[in-house]
């Protein structure tokens, strides 16, 4: 996935505010996307201290939580999803060990993007995983696309 496509999407995904109801929303409509897909996925919305939803769909296994909560670490701390870390690092030929981060905390798969609320910055993550990286990323992406009413790519 290109880098310039993830940084429009990142661009172009903002809140104008972010509370549980809304985590609840955007939780909800994984599901219902996850379970028309047969998809089976552990979704999981979170700040840094708090978990806001979590669903696990039939089929996924309990590494997918261990997975998602690598996937949102490295969002919470880069500020940027989680494939958009890894096709940076990836372009310039460094893994997360170059980055000073340990694999048993941090993943730079898709499948998690950083709730960004204007004026205000990212304040948590949206992750999804169980599919391949880059559906992972896409499930999320259409779905906040949807949720916003913004047009992405």
């Known amino acids: 996935m290109e880098l310039d496509r993830l940084i429009k999407q990142e661009e172009a995904l903002v809140f104008d505010r972010f509370d549980e109801d809304i985590a609840w929303a955007i ?3 994984l599901v219902g996307v996850a379970q028309a897909q047969n998809a089976p996925v552990a979704i999981n919305i979170r700040t840094p201290d708090r978990t806001l939803f ?5 089929g ?3 590494a997918n ?6 996937k949102s670490n490295v969002t919470l701390r880069e500020h940027e999803s989680s494939m958009r870390f890894g096709v940076t690092l990836q372009t310039k030929g460094k893994t997360l060990a170059d980055h000073g981060l340990d694999f048993a905390e941090y993943a730079d798969h898709g499948g ?6 204007s004026g205000v ?9 169980g599919l391949a990286s880059a ?19």
Not at 112 to 117: G, L, Q
Not at 121 to 129: D, E
């Open 27 to 29: 939780g909800s409509k």
């Open 54 to 58: 979590h669903a696990s769909l039939p």
């Open 60 to 62: 996924a296994k309990p």
């Open 65 to 70: 939580d261990g997975w998602a909560q690598r």
């Open 112 to 117: 998690s993007f950083p709730i960004r609320v």
């Open 121 to 129: 910055g990212v304040i948590g993550a949206i992750t999804v995983s």
């Open 135 to 153: 559906e992972d990323h896409a499930m999320i992406v259409g779905v906040l696309a949807d949720f916003l009413k913004v047009d992405v790519v």
